[in-house]
């Protein structure tokens, strides 16, 4: 039987992102916290908390806080759209994050950049370079997708399903457009994909014992972040959205419990 105390918190950094998710709820009531908009509702009969973090890290970080604090939500999402690194992904294709960096925090050197972990303030300790994502929202993940129908997305003369594969999905607060840099990050951190907020909610759920799951689809690659972006932004927030829909109707079914219950 559905736990009605499970609530899952999404969090998005662009108003698109968000209506994708929205789109997707119903009996919605909205909810200002120093003056920030939160969006409470149910998806797939499971109550949600959603908000626009805006972009960069600090801001999600924040917003990521305020709904920890607010609305006591037993998992986080993060959801929206990436850039690609890894030649294999096309638009619209769809990565949940195995794990996630920081790709500009640390420190320049004679020799180059040098990455450094982030620090714990709760515990006095680093965390790690890398934060792994939780497993079992992973798999769960996993298993809904192949299941659900994404829709086909025409490009010119080609047509193609979109991917939904694991990755590993790095942050910073630079938009990345230079082929030369994304290059340089994919090796470096063995990436997939790069955004601008999604190690910064990790980091805050990682620090507070709070399980999480990161979803994003690919809205560019290369050097190509202006074609069509606004087409683009779209479908692949959609494509993103119906992953994490598929997530919260399965979570209360599939006995993953919070972290501080597990």
Known sequence: MKSPEVAVGILAAMQAEVEAVTAR???KAEHSVRGLSFTTGLIEGNPCIVACTGVGKVNAAM????????????FIICTGIAGGLNSHLSRGDIIIAEKVAHHD????????????????????????????LDGELLSLAERVSGRLEIPRISNGDNSQVPKVSRGVIITGDTFCTALDKRLELAQRFE???????????????W???IRTLRIR???DVDEEV??????WLKIASNNAATVVAAVVGKIAFESIRPANTA
């Open 226 to 231: 202006d074609q069509d972006w606004d087409c």
């Open 191 to 205: 990436a997939d994909a790069v955004d601008m907020e999604g190690a910064s909610v990790a980091q805050v759920c």
């Open 207 to 209: 620090q507070m014992g």
């Open 63 to 74: 917003i990521t806080t305020l709904m920890l604090e607010h609305f006591e939500p037993q």
């Open 25 to 27: 709820m119903v009996d």
């Open 105 to 132: 925090y640390g420190e320049f050197t004679p020799e180059g950049f040098e990455s450094w972990e982030t620090w714990n303030p709760i515990r006095d300790e680093p965390n790690p370079l890398f934060i792994v």
């Open 217 to 219: 689809s690919i809205s």
